[in-house]
């Protein structure tokens, strides 16, 4: 079975901090992706990589940067949190771009 | 991006009916899924039906796919409390080829 893991559940920081959400898959999937859940909105893609080192923006990429500098691992970036980064974060892979996707249990971040 | 929107967008039945959610679109697409999730927890895949397939069938789910009027359907049989949850269609279009998911349809079943 496909596992996808989340590096915390829960996470409060103070606005202007540096977060990092890392992410890690075990089936050599090509194909990772992080997205942001918010009430009312579904889900948002903040970016996604096909490759080690590549990184496309997704349709929310401001305020985010990301990282994979191995396949199994996919970083997410907050450079300075500020409170509407309050959100519950989903890091998602797949072994092709359109194929089903495995997600992980999410980190639901609190900026204060 | 394309993105699904769901129809609609909470449900309510008791256990043993059947819940019919529906999905539209706007551009042509590669394929379209849809996925379960649970309160609070992440995405599950449900089935994934390409845009030459018309029905497809996975245990008491049945999606339909209807190309001409851009719309999908995911029919959920016989339901039980365990079915509560939220699902969200994710058409995939030709040109991206990244699935783009709606707002989704939270489903509760009463036992």
Redesign the interface.
């Known amino acids: 079975d496909v596992k996808?893991t989340q590096s915390s559940r829960y996470l409060v920081k103070r606005t202007g901090e540096k977060v990092f959400l890392e992410c890690v898959q075990d089936m050599d999937h090509e194909n990772m992706?992080w997205?942001r859940q918010d009430p009312?909105?579904?889900?948002r893609?903040i970016y996604?990589s096909y490759d080690v080192k590549m990184k496309e923006k997704?349709?929310i990429p401001e305020g985010y940067s990301v990282s994979r500098e191995k396949k199994e691992r996919f970083s997410l970036i907050l450079e300075s949190a500020s409170t509407n980064q309050t959100s519950m974060y989903?890091c998602?892979s797949s072994l092709r771009?359109?194929?089903?996707?495995?997600?992980?249990?999410?980190t639901?971040l609190t900026v204060t | 991006?394309q993105?699904g929107e769901e129809d609609p967008q909470a449900l309510s039945i008791q256990e043993g009916e059947n819940a019919t959610m529906n999905c539209s679109y706007k551009t042509s697409i590669?394929?379209l899924?849809w996925?379960r999730q649970n309160s609070?927890?992440?995405?599950?895949?449900l089935i994934?039906i390409r845009s030459n397939e018309r029905e497809k069938h996975s245990g008491r789910l049945r999606v339909t796919l209807d190309t001409s009027k851009k719309s999908s359907s995911l029919l959920i049989t016989a339901s039980r409390a365990a079915d509560t949850a939220s699902y969200?269609c994710a058409p995939?279009s030709g040109g991206s080829?990244?699935?783009?998911?709606?707002?989704?349809t939270s489903l509760i079943v009463h036992p």
């Open positions: 996808v992706f997205y009312g909105l579904g889900l893609l996604f997704g349709d989903l998602a771009a359109n194929h089903e996707q495995y997600f992980g249990p999410g639901r | 991006s993105q590669n394929n899924q996925y609070g927890r992440g995405l599950v895949h994934l969200f995939t080829y990244i699935p783009t998911f709606g707002r989704g």
